[in-house]
């Protein structure tokens, strides 16, 4: 089975006076029977750079500290399976409850669900020069396969204007998995659907 889908919305935010589209997540594909690899198509904006450096240790993440890598967080991706994400060469990723964040940037994320960085830690710098770059598929999988809508992130460097060399953040919209509710809560609302089923029939027999 495969799925695909576009990125519902868009919210770009920089440090910077001009608003900056830096990494974009386009496309989301959803292949798999169960467990499904979710894979985003990452895109860099004509006017960003992707530097190379060390990945986010901390949060959130400073913007005065350019030995960072260029990263990218996907926030709340339900489901995650342990040691299944992977990017293109260069980049490495890491999972945890509290997401990588830019500074200056407010994701939604939620403290119960993992999240999922991918960073810039080896290689040349990625110029967006001329007309923006593909910077390949990202990848992760989850047991969940059905999507809704999420928060991500993202962080690269302005190469154009007053701004040249100074960090530009972003955050937006992408799909994300929709998390299964979990045994207990299922067995609660069943409990539930029963006692008003069971009050239900009380009334209706007290009636006759």
């Known amino acids: 089975m495969t799925k695909r889908f576009p990125v519902l919305a868009l919210l770009a935010l920089s440090v910077s006076t001009v608003a900056m589209a830096n990494i974009i997540p386009t496309s989301t594909t959803i292949t798999g029977t169960g467990p499904f690899t979710w894979t985003y198509n990452l ?7 992707v530097n190379s450096g060390f990945a986010p240790t901390s949060n959130p993440v400073p913007h ?11 926030y ?11 990017g293109p060469v260069g980049w490495t ?3 945890q409850k509290l ?10 994320d939620n403290p119960n669900i993992l999240n999922i960085t991918w960073a810039y830690t080896t290689g040349s710098t990625i110029s967006g ?13 989850s047991i969940d396969g059905s ?16 701004q040249i060399g100074t960090i530009a953040d972003n955050v937006g919209n992408t799909q ?19 006692a008003g089923a069971i009050r239900l029939k009380s009334s209706w027999t007290a009636k006759r």
């Open 43 to 49: 895109q860099l904006s004509n006017d960003q750079n």
């Open 64 to 74: 005065d500290n350019l030995t960072f890598a260029g990263f990218f967080t996907i």
């Open 76 to 86: 709340d991706f339900a489901g995650y399976v342990a040691g299944s994400c992977a």
């Open 93 to 95: 990723c890491s999972a």
């Open 99 to 108: 997401g990588f964040t830019p500074d200056d940037v407010v994701p939604t």
């Open 129 to 141: 020069q001329p007309s923006g770059v593909d910077l390949g598929n990202f990848s992760a999988v």
């Open 147 to 162: 999507p809704t809508l999420v928060s991500y992130s993202a962080r690269g460097i302005a190469n154009t204007g007053p």
């Open 176 to 194: 994300g998995p929709t998390p299964t509710p979990e045994p207990a809560t299922l067995a609660l609302l069943g409990s539930g659907i029963l």
